[in-house]
């Protein structure tokens, strides 16, 4: 399973303050071209967890390995160019500048010669985009918003994605819109490691999921069973739902 | 009232402008008010100064106005070193002196560290060139009419369309180049900047050298149409920071459009109520914007 994992993080401690980790010795896998759900309460240590592994966290101590490299101590902006990409949940596009220099600042580490045909695979790819390319991307509704990070995260084509919380905010229609969308995504190749509130919806997309509870592993297995499971269910399927509209 | 303000205050404009630029990119991008600015304006005007007066030793002649000009070919060439050398001032500062303190402390350690910047440096630039007041030419410049009964010299007219040249470069390098956009998108969310792939500390260091650049270049224009003097750029400290706020913190557009407003109220109430009250000009601005509209003309809200 480890072998043919895309991206590991073993024994992960890292937080935004020395001395007070949020993640306390998690770990998890992800296989090339699986999607695997973070899931767990409030403060478990998801978001922290791929934020750390997107480079915008503090790593205390634990290993974080990408396509056969040692990510430990690559600075953040680094990682996209390795084909690791990151979409966070809140202020996820840039709001004061236009679609289309959201698009064309994120082509910017890539060969002149690809940018133009990656925004425009883009815009292709996310047609609502590119009806508002000349907008502030703060004057887009939410679910255009998420469109947008998830359109800035693919445009260099990543062999990774990591999304926190992509269905916040959204409405149950745009829901299952993105994560249509996500499932595209997965069948194009890319890995996909996704933290959710919206527990039902993420073990309906996922391939395999971990439960973290404060920091640590708690359940770990496939989407199908996890779902199936009476102890899951009635600790974090009951009412999630409410709690993934925040 | 005389209409001859209008060409004061433009030039005077101008000039905080590209002052103001400075002190709203590091606002906006390091999160500091920086008061040792002013000393890059100083900083800027001795550094030409002095690449001018070697030049003029090498090139015998070449301290000699340009047609109609008191500005030399020597100043001409040495105006671009300054910027240049005042952009690795600046980029010096920040690795002595603001680097270390960026995020290990809290951002007052740095305005205050700022502060003692600015008299070393201000303190500095007096024991070298000493606090008498120097000049890049003596020539008597004579104003002329040039259109609707204003009259202007031929500097003025020269260093308005340098400045007028170096604000719009500077509006296109934000607004169409990758540099710009990632100055923008640092000075918006520096942790999404760093997922979307921007070398924040390389934009950073950009913004660095941009402002000192642009600040020396306002210490050649102020050098050039009053005079060099190790307090000149400290003394322009207050309406920097006024046109910065007025325009928005953040905005370069903002800035230029505040520096205007300020630079035009200075001349009117030179006009009106008398050459003391000038400096009030830029306090009087400030207050009213922060009890009015804290975010400014252009700013978002906090």
């Known amino acids: 399973m480890s072998e043919a994992a895309i991206l590991s993080v073993e024994r992960m401690v890292a937080g935004y303050e020395p ?26 240590g998801k978001s922290t967890l791929i934020k750390a592994v997107a480079g915008l966290a503090a790593l205390t101590s634990g290993e974080v390995r990408f396509d056969g490299k040692d990510l430990t101590g690559m600075p953040a902006h680094m ?8 979409a966070p949940q809140n202020e996820n596009v840039f709001a ?40 502030l991307a703060g004057r887009l509704s939410g679910g255009q918003r998420q469109m947008l990070a998830i359109a800035r995260a693919l445009l260099a084509e990543p062999k990774a994605l990591m999304l926190d919380e992509p269905s916040a905010g959204l409405s149950p229609k745009f829901v299952e ?20 509130q919206n527990t039902r919806a993420a073990l309906a997309l996922a391939d395999r999921a971990y439960v973290l509870v404060q920091g640590r592993n708690r359940h770990e297995g496939e989407a199908r069973a996890l779902r199936d499971d009476p102890t899951i269910a009635a600790l974090y399927l009951g009412g999630v739902e409410t709690e993934g509209v925040a | 009232m005389n209409p001859q303000v209008v060409v004061d205050g433009l030039i005077n404009g101008a ?104 008299m070393a440096i201000r303190a500095a630039i007096e024991f070298v060139f000493t606090s008498r007041p120097a000049y890049f030419t003596r020539d008597l410049q004579i104003a002329r009419p040039i259109a609707f009964g204003l009259k202007a010299t031929p500097n003025q007219i020269a260093l308005l369309i340098v400045a007028g040249v170096l604000m719009v470069g500077v509006h296109l390098l934000l607004s169409r180049t ?103 000009v830029a306090f009087l601005v400030l207050i009213a914007v922060l009890l009015i509209r804290p975010s400014g003309m252009a700013g978002r809200p906090a």
């Open chain 1, 79 to 86: 990682r996209i160019r390795e084909g690791l990409a990151f």
């Open chain 1, 19 to 44: 001395g007070l980790p949020i993640v306390n010795g998690a770990s998890i896998h992800a296989a090339r071209g699986e999607i695997v759900a973070l899931l767990g309460p409030n403060g478990a």
């Open chain 1, 177 to 196: 819109f993105v994560f249509a969308k996500l499932a595209d995504i997965r069948n194009s190749g890319v890995t996909i490691v996704l933290v959710e």
């Open chain 1, 96 to 135: 004061t500048m236009s679609v289309d220099d959201n698009l064309r600042l994120a082509a910017g580490f890539l060969p002149s010669a690809r940018r133009a045909s990656r925004i425009a695979a883009m815009y292709d790819a996310f047609p609502d985009l590119a009806r508002q390319r000349g907008l």
């Open chain 2, 178 to 280: 990758q540099i710009g956009r990632a100055m923008r998108a640092v000075s918006e969310n520096p942790a999404l900047a760093r997922a979307a792939g921007v070398d924040v500390d390389m934009t950073i260091r950009f913004a660095w050298a941009l402002g000192g650049a642009l600040a020396s270049a306002a210490g050649v224009m102020l050098g050039l149409l009053v005079q060099i003097r190790p307090f000149m750029g400290f003394d322009l400290l207050l309406p920097l920071f006024a046109a910065a706020i007025l325009g928005g913190i953040g905005s370069v557009p903002g800035a230029f459009a505040g520096a205007l407003v300020i630079g035009l109220g200075e001349a009117l109430t030179v006009q009106l109520a008398g050459a003391e009250w000038r400096a009030a």
């Open chain 2, 15 to 118: 000039l905080i402008g590209l002052g103001a630029i400075g002190v709203t990119l590091t606002y906006s991008i390091l999160r500091f008010a920086n008061f040792a600015h002013g000393e890059f304006i100083t900083f800027g005007a001795y550094a030409a100064m002095a690449i001018a007066g070697g030049v003029a030793t090498l090139v015998v002649g070449s301290d000699a106005g340009l047609g109609a000009l008191s500005i030399s070919p020597a100043l001409i060439l040495a105006a671009p070193l300054a910027m240049a050398l005042t952009a690795g001032f600046a980029l010096a500062l920040d690795r002595i002196l603001f680097a270390r303190l960026r995020g290990a402390s809290e951002s007052i350690s740095i305005v205050m560290a700022s502060f003692g910047a600015s």
